[in-house]
């Protein structure tokens, strides 16, 4: 019985070495993956921050361009992290065409605007359209308690606003932070998609 004793607590130790306790708090950052492709002949000021874990500790990345004239860019960018992996990571791709932009004088009222949610798993998604002109917009929003995937192809002239946050609790750092202004003739093709299942399963372009 002296022998079963000490037996059951290292088991115990084991498992609990092993098992996160229920009420434990979850500080691992989402995870994601993000596939973006925008042309824009006007101006264009847009900024990405990537992050895995709080301070100077896990990875950072930094993205960010503003000025005028026409631009093509595309982005991938991910996160992942858990108990064995702590990685972030961000390909881009750019053409940049200088000339200077002068926004029109008037403004249209006509405005289009959405904003999604979810915090079961941490995301936020917003777009605004200021029309000058026309605007063609498909844009599809999928979120359940696991997953959220936001699939934007927009067509403007005239200006867009983009916006988005990644951030899976209080506990944790956000693992994205998105904001993108885009004035003139903007073509915008985007695929966000947040949750534990996210990861490696960017669409094709």
């Not at 798993?121 to 995937?149: F, P, Q, R």
Request: net charge negative; with cysteine; aromatic share 10%.
């Amino acid at each position: 019985m002296r022998r079963l004793i000490p037996a059951m607590l290292l088991l115990l130790v084991c498992i609990a070495a092993n098992w996160p306790c229920a009420g434990a708090k979850d500080t691992f950052a989402q995870n994601f993956t993000e596939k973006s492709w925008i042309f824009v002949n006007g101006y264009v000021a847009e900024s990405r921050i990537l992050q895995t874990q709080l301070g100077f500790h896990g990875q950072k990345i930094v993205l960010s361009a503003s000025g005028s004239g026409m631009v093509t860019r595309t982005v991938d960018s991910e996160v992942y992290r858990d108990s064995h992996m702590d990685e972030a990571s961000i390909t881009t791709s750019v053409n940049y065409d200088y000339k200077p932009y002068t926004p029109p004088l008037t403004q249209s009222d006509l405005r289009n605007a959405l904003c999604a949610k979810n915090y079961e798993v941490g995301s936020a998604y917003s777009e605004t359209y200021y029309i000058d002109k026309d605007l063609i917009k498909d844009t599809k929003i999928y979120e359940n308690d696991n997953i959220s995937v936001y699939d934007i192809s927009s067509e403007i002239q005239g200006t867009a606003k983009i916006g988005q946050r990644v951030q899976k609790n209080a506990d944790t750092v956000p693992s994205l932070m998105m904001s993108g202004i885009y004035m003139g003739y903007a073509q915008i093709r985007s695929e966000t998609i947040v949750g534990s299942s996210s990861i490696l399963t960017l669409p094709c372009p």
